[in-house]
């Protein structure tokens, strides 16, 4: 037996079988005892007393004949039944509601010679014929009614307070759940030290156990993560420089020039994929500061004046504040006015600042070759180009969407894009007024570069 209670202890299955099949066992019993007790009520007035065949005669000499009303009335009183007496000039009944037609009634034994027993819908009724009148007696409909919804009450009753115990029950073994789906979340949300704690030995606990696990694994991992990220920067980076201080003691020629290029473009390769990789997850951390949105976009816009096909930007009368990663956000920026440019044929290319009630959004449109609606999908994700041939001429490595993409996530906004090819691009970003809980105020910002 302590064995049976100790597996179902460490079983969350069994513990909810035990509490539905008890549910189903007391719902049974309660309907099995309810329609005992209606149906045995129902059966009162099946058959006839065998005191009162023995003794109509006795009563019908009671009544008398001519009949005395006043003593068939209180006959029908005391015997709880229900007297009708009738000849050609009249009828009377003891009840007025008359609930069986004796008249339908069918012939079934003689009690006396002038006695007989009849039936109607299965219930007796005794008829005797006498001095000119016929006496029909029967019993007269006990009040069942009210009984019968006394017992589905109670029954109603019952039930609902076994529904309301199992709902207790199978409430409080749901609470490692919530508490699970709780943790579940925190550690969605990049807070990698939180753990469930639970001192249970069922399923639960052990589904508890890896959660812990799966987020020591996930802390384990992120650090190694940034571990290799960094030795990469320095690693790759150390090389780079000392080629761009060699480069500067050559002599000017034009491959100098197309070497400084390459050694520049793998540079802004290697800076982007790290700061890709950093944006690339839900724990990554903002720097926020609270920043008039116009006025910190105009001087990031304003160097690409000298665009063959102009620029225009168009900001509102009233600034407004935004909280943002501003090193971030001028990458982003950046990023569009060169897509823009880049793909913009010499037309003239459009940045409009705006606001909503809960956030500050940047548009940047040009009217260049556009892009065709089979990439329009995939134009974000990295090293996607739309030219499949990624000439040189054509520029970019495919990561600059991409970046812009995770920028705007990662302060909780989102980039959208319109396009018609020979027609232009339209890109919206929307940023929300305040940032993201996990980023970093400027004061915190030293702690988190040393992370």
Not at 245 to 250: A, D, K, P, T, W
Request: with cysteine.
């Amino acid at each position: 037996m302590s064995t049976l209670i100790k597996n179902v202890r460490r079983s969350l299955f069994f513990r909810l079988m035990a509490i539905f099949g008890t549910t189903v066992v007391l719902f049974l019993v309660i309907i099995l005892i309810s329609l005992q007790v209606i149906s045995s009520n129902d059966d009162t007035i099946e058959a006839i007393p065998d005191y009162f065949t023995r003794h109509v005669e006795s009563i019908i000499e009671d009544i008398g004949t001519p009949p005395n009303l006043s003593n068939a009335m209180r006959l029908a009183s005391e015997l709880d039944w229900t007297i009708n007496i009738r000849n050609p000039i009249m009828e009377w009944s003891s009840n007025s509601q008359n609930r069986l037609d004796v008249d339908l009634s069918e012939y079934e034994e003689s009690l006396t010679p002038d006695a007989e027993r009849r039936t109607i819908l299965g219930e007796d009724i005794i008829r005797v014929v006498r001095g000119g009148y016929d006496f029909y007696m029967y019993q007269s409909a006990q009040e069942n009614g009210q009984f019968n919804y006394f017992v589905l009450y109670i029954a109603m009753t019952l039930a609902s307070i076994i529904l309301f115990l199992n709902y207790l029950m199978v409430n409080k073994m749901l609470n490692p759940v919530r508490l699970l789906k709780r943790g579940a979340e925190r550690i969605r949300q990049g807070d990698l030290s939180y753990r469930v704690r639970s001192n249970l030995q069922d399923e639960l606990g052990e589904l508890t156990d890896s959660i812990n696990h799966m987020a020591d694994s996930l802390q384990s991992m992120l650090e190694a993560k940034r571990q290799l990220l960094l030795a990469i920067s320095h690693e790759l980076r150390t090389p780079i420089t000392k080629a761009k201080l060699r480069l500067e003691f050559m002599p000017d020629s034009i491959e100098k020039s197309q070497l400084k290029e390459d050694i520049d473009e793998i540079d802004l390769l290697i800076s982007d994929l790290l700061e890709a990789e950093r944006l690339n997850n839900d724990h990554s951390v903002l720097v926020s500061e609270t920043v008039r949105f116009a006025e910190f976009v105009r001087p990031i816009v304003e160097p690409f004046g000298s665009y063959e096909g102009g620029v225009v930007i168009e900001t509102p009368d009233n600034d407004f504040d935004l909280e943002i990663d501003k090193l971030r956000v001028r990458l982003l920026i950046t990023n569009l006015m060169n897509n823009a440019i880049r793909h913009g044929e010499a037309n003239l290319v459009n940045v409009k600042v705006s606001s909503t009630r809960e956030s500050g959004i940047i548009q940047v449109k040009d009217n260049g070759e556009g892009i065709s609606p089979e990439h329009l999908s995939q134009i974000c994700e990295p090293f996607y180009r739309a030219d499949s041939s990624r000439r040189r001429n054509t520029g970019g490595f495919g990561l600059g969407l991409y970046l812009c993409r995770l920028i705007a996530e990662a302060h909780g906004g989102q980039l959208t894009i319109k396009s018609e090819v020979a027609k232009g691009t339209h890109i919206s970003v929307s940023l929300p007024r305040e940032a993201p809980k996990n980023s970093l105020h400027p004061q915190n910002q030293a702690e988190s570069l040393r992370l």
